[in-house]
């Protein structure tokens, strides 16, 4: 494979970034956000003052008044009123989701229906250790069993774990709970599942005899179709009982499906508690909303002597293999299958997870026989991630990241079909049409964790792809409704390139080209006769408008795109399609440059005559819903200053294609979005429908230096936590990263446990599900760039080259690595004499043979050697890395190490 030309490359003598020793201006720290508000007033009232007098404010005269990062290194324990909106979803890809909430109740469930929450009736676990008296493992009551006094919550995705006591309780109690999750390892990651460790430590002077319980009603006369009789019933055989939850429907009824409950520790079970134990059901079904179903038990004895515990492991399993997907408003029958048909059967596309598990004892089956396994290999990708020394909240904002991936936002068919709404709403039992190109063009996350899902859903998009190159940014029955919004059809290309540098060769990417290829020249037809940058055509966006002119929100994205069209263009010996794009490239990016920065920042310049809609050549979705004669102003934002204007350059950081614009303009435009956009108390914008609460910091969509217009751009006083994660990413790519991580610190801040019910679309303040259009909103997968950001991560898997060049503590660094198929620990240690950076790996595999690692600028090594388990590897020092003589794979447990003796090791 032919080395990229032109693709920007760090050598070993690149420590930096340009802008890795900058500082913005005078360095202002509070303590509090709201000790913020007057300084950062006076700042933006010099700034207009400035620019009313005609003079150019650099960024280096004024530093926005942040406040100063929080150094946290210890875990989030959440307690009291930061458990309100505590949600925690428990469920594997596209199996559908179970909610546990802050206090332990397991209060909802989606598990055949992705888009309308059912209360899920009495599932939950008891503990007695006198007859006849029993204690819910949970904050509250389960029905009118009392819960505990005392109660705290950590939750570090996957797995929560809840802390229970009470002053009058023999014991202690630990409830963990989670589902398998290995990066790579999609149908582990699948399984139907929530497994739930309870632990248990008797806290008084005497052994206690305890009896520990799991129930679960059977819910199944919940599932739409023809209702039919619901039973329980007991299977003996293995480590141990399992109880089937059934209903007596037809095989190919919507709403078959089935249930399983067992436990790896040996137990009672009890088929039916209402014909064995009528007193307790009745105090369980009491307050509850019962569906009537039989309650499923099971019964854990146990003697603990004084300061003993004790561990019991329970599992519920589950399989709905006719599940109907409702996907989208255009369709004909409102079910996605990739066509219109008015047959639901042939919508009824069922389960990923149905393809590997008939039903839901199989499936249980081997959650059972395999749990060691797949806990340490979950808890393997835990402990990577939070071996880091990257700030703890940071850490738990990538791991909560994932959680979006398991909620109900996403599905995955049983032919391999992965679609994701832009967010879930409960409110919509009909969303709007899934996998939005632009939203999904902000999502990091599945693509370095998942990357088989990330090339399914390119697969998915190329191949709705209309004859002329131009990508439906939706994705329906009707393939044609949507027109290509031009955000999302530049990202899709990008996601093509990023999917081919995790992937292991080029063997994917050679079958995605031809339609690739035609997807990234049909974004020339946006660009006119001239292919200056300098747009003829309205282009669609994700803030639900047309934009008008030429901005650099969307011209650097067009930018990227054209940079990772020609560097695929290389790849495929398609030399002329590559000194196209190059060409257009680099007149376009000149172009845009000179016309749109204004000493500040990048802004807009409009038509000064639109055309009416029908007399523009790019077809676009709403068309129909304006009219023809309808003028195309759109988005207009003119001189404000938006917080996505190098929302390209963002990408090029993210797959390593270098500055798309000068430098210095790309400093003095972050550091502008900074001190305009950026708000330590939001209740300054004063939107009646928000995705925040007063009091809480956070970065403005578009903001207006020189005035707000008549009419101000759609959105553009809301604040999307997807679009901040990039800006910090951005900015920390830049070499900013006190800063890019004070944005993300301050989006995290919003999410702190505390139930907020004045957000827009979903209440706020979960954890675990970042609000936009809807809870656990894909765009906030873009926070997974902040960590590649932090780590200075390069990667071309067909090439075999990785690489760091960490813009965190790169004297002393730690964090987490995913490469296509193997996930690990990547450590650097740095002083005068010599640096040592380290690889090792904890999960998977994978091999390479070029090392990309930064030194200190303007240093270079007069030596270096790689070791790998101790033992020396041959290697070769080049400008650009160190090459290995032989490729080398590592797996779980082994170390590559190189270090490099700098200047000052020789005495120099």
Known sequence: MQRRKGRKQFSLAEGHSPMGDLVLGVKIRFASWRLCDFALNSLRLFALIMVAAGSCVSAEEIQPALPALRVNTNEQIYTGDHLTAIDFPVGGLGTGTLFVDGFGQWHSCYLWDTYAAKTNPLR???????????????????????????????????????????????????????????????????????????????????????????????????????????????????????????SRRDRNDQGYGDLALTSTSPSQPYDDLARSEPDLAGLLRTNLLPTGGPIAALDVPLTL???????????????????????????????????????????AVGNRYNFWWKDARASAREVRERLPELERETRAFHDTVYESNLPRWLLDSLTSSTAILRSPTCFW??????????????????????????????????????????????????????????????????????????DGQCESVLAVYRELLLSKDMSWFKKQWPRTRLAARA???????????????????????????????????????????????????????????????????????????????????????????????????????????????????????????????????????????????????????????????????????????????????ISYPQGSPKKKALYSDQVWSGCEYDLAALLIQQGLVQEGLRVAEAVRDRYDGRLRTDWRYGEGGNPYADVEWGRFYMRSLSVWSILTACQGFRYDGPQGLIGFAPQWQPENHVSPFTYPDGFGVFAQKRDARSQICSLRLLGGKIEFQTLNFALPANEAATASSVRLNGKLVASQMTPSG????????????DVLQAEFILPGGNGD
């Open 124 to 246: 939950g676990f008891l503990v007695s250790w006198q007859p006849g008296e029993w204690h819910a493992l949970q904050g509250r009551p389960l029905g009118r069993i009392p819960g505990a006094s005392e109660i705290s919550f950590r939750g570090e995705y996957p797995s929560c774990e809840i802390d229970l006591s009470d002053s009058s309780w023999a014991v202690e109690a630990k409830i963990s709970s989670w589902n398998p999750f290995v990066p790579f390892n999609e149908r582990d990651s699948a399984i139907p599942c929530a497994i739930t460790k309870i632990h248990l430590r008797n806290t008084g002077p005497r052994a206690v005899n305890l009896k520990l319980r799991a129930v679960q009603e059977n819910l199944l006369d919940m599932l739409p179709g023809q209702g039919a009789a619901c039973s329980n019933e007991l299977a003996r055989g293995g480590a141990g009982p399992t109880i089937h939850l059934v």
């Open 305 to 347: 002597l004084p300061g003993q515990t004790s561990e019991t492991t329970f599992i519920l399993t589950w399989s709905f293999p006719n599940q109907r997907k409702h996907w989208g408003t255009v369709s004909f029958t409102n079910y996605w299958s990739g066509h219109a048909s008015n047959n639901w059967k042939t919508t």
């Open 413 to 486: 068919n049983r032919d391999g079909y992965f679609g994701a709404l832009e967010g879930h709403r409960e409110s919509d039992r009909i969303h709007m049409d899934g996998n939005c190109a632009h939203v999904l063009g902000y999502s990091q996350t599945h693509a370095f964790l998942f990357p088989a899902i990330a090339r399914s859903m390119r697969e998915s998009e190329l191949k709705l792809m209309l004859e002329d190159g131009f990508i439906p940014h939706r994705q329906s029955g009707n393939k044609r409704h949507f027109g290509p919004a031009f």
């Open 523 to 701: 974004l020339l037809k946006w660009d006119g006769e001239k292919l200056d940058g300098i747009f003829d055509e309205p282009q669609w966006t994700t803030m639900d408008d047309n934009v008008n002119g030429t901005t650099t929100w969307m011209g650097s994205l067009y930018l990227a795109a054209l940079s990772a069209g020609e560097e695929m263009a290389k790849l495929s010996d398609d030399a002329d399609t590559a000194a196209l794009f190059a060409t257009v490239q680099r007149n376009a990016s000149a172009t845009e440059d000179r016309l749109l920065y204004n000493g500040q920042y990048y802004i807009q310049k409009t038509w000064d005559k639109p055309k009416p809609w029908g007399q523009y050549k790019i077809p676009f979705n709403d068309a129909a819903r304006f009219g023809t004669n309808q003028l195309a102003h759109g988005a207009v934002y003119e001189a404000g200053c938006h917080i996505d204007q190098l929302l390209g350059q963002w990408w090029s950081g993210v797959v390593g294609l270098g500055e798309l614009y000068p430098p210095d303009h790309i400093r003095s435009a972050l550091a502008s979005v900074l001190r305009y956009n950026f708000h330590p108390d939001l209740s300054v914008l004063e939107l009646d429908k928000r995705y925040f609460s007063p009091g809480q910091a956070g970065v403005q969509m």
């Open 882 to 893: 160190v090459k290995l003589k032989e490729p080398v794979l590592l797996r779980p447990g």
